[in-house]
């Protein structure tokens, strides 16, 4: 399982930019309501960078920056032990969290959009390292002490994932492994799939109303689906 102890699983930089397109595809497809989705991509975030966001409406989130030096990752998980607002943490983030982060994802670290002061859990990956990098910590005990296996399991790769995850996430059992598969490989978009995706889902439409391909144009531009790269 992907953790901050354990991030064998999770993908290289290039690869997590890939899945992170492909799961807010998916969450666009399955979601019309940009507020209601947990999974959003911004290939224009701005010069030179790209953000792939995750929030699940209940507090927690990670937010993944891509420069050109690699990627930068926080999250935080409010129900966390190592929360800054943890029974006597007084707002302080968990030590080693930050203070090691590269000067090349300084800006990520500041970035008022991304809440530094609400981390419980922080990685990186320069496009010259062989793996990812975390700050030392001591970690107390506990299962998942900074929540970085529930909010980070999603990144694991594997269609099934995300096909179980939906089931429940926007109530959409139809959703097959194959479609789910589709869009990880970056395969074009085409109405049939987008019709047969959105099927029997109560989040699918407004007004019962179905969703076209071309209804998802302003998504797939946001996102910058495919990926040719």
């Not at 300084?106 to 990098?133: L, Y």
């Not at 959409?172 to 959105?198: D, G, K």
Request: charged share 25%; with cysteine.
């Amino acid at each position: 399982m992907i953790s901050t102890r354990d991030l064998s699983e999770l993908p290289d930089v290039d690869g997590l930019r890939r899945l992170l397109k492909s799961l807010a595809m998916l969450d666009a497809i399955l979601c019309r309501d940009w507020q209601f989705r947990y999974y959003s991509f911004n290939s224009k975030w701005a010069k030179g960078e790209r953000m792939g966001s995750m929030r699940d409406g209940s507090g927690n989130e990670f937010y993944a920056l891509f420069n050109r030096h690699g990627c930068y990752l926080k999250g935080f998980h409010h129900e966390s032990a190592m929360s800054p607002y943890r029974k006597g943490g007084d707002g302080k983030l968990w030590a080693g969290l930050i203070e090691s982060v590269p000067s090349e994802f300084t800006e990520a670290v500041t970035e008022p959009a991304f809440s530094t002061k609400d981390t419980t859990f922080c990685i990186w990956r320069k496009q010259t390292d062989p793996a990812w990098q975390r700050g030392a910590i001591q970690f107390p005990p506990g299962h998942d002490p900074d929540g970085s296996a529930e909010l980070l399991a999603i990144l694991d790769g594997r269609p099934e994932t995300y096909q179980a995850w939906a089931a429940d996430g926007f109530e959409a059992p139809s959703l097959t492994v194959e479609q789910v598969r589709h869009i990880y490989e970056h395969r074009p978009l085409t109405p049939e799939l987008v019709e047969a995706m959105r099927y029997d889902n109560p989040m699918a439409s407004d007004a019962g109303s179905k969703v076209t391909l071309a209804d998802l144009a302003e998504d797939v531009i946001e996102i910058g689906y495919p990926d040719a790269g």
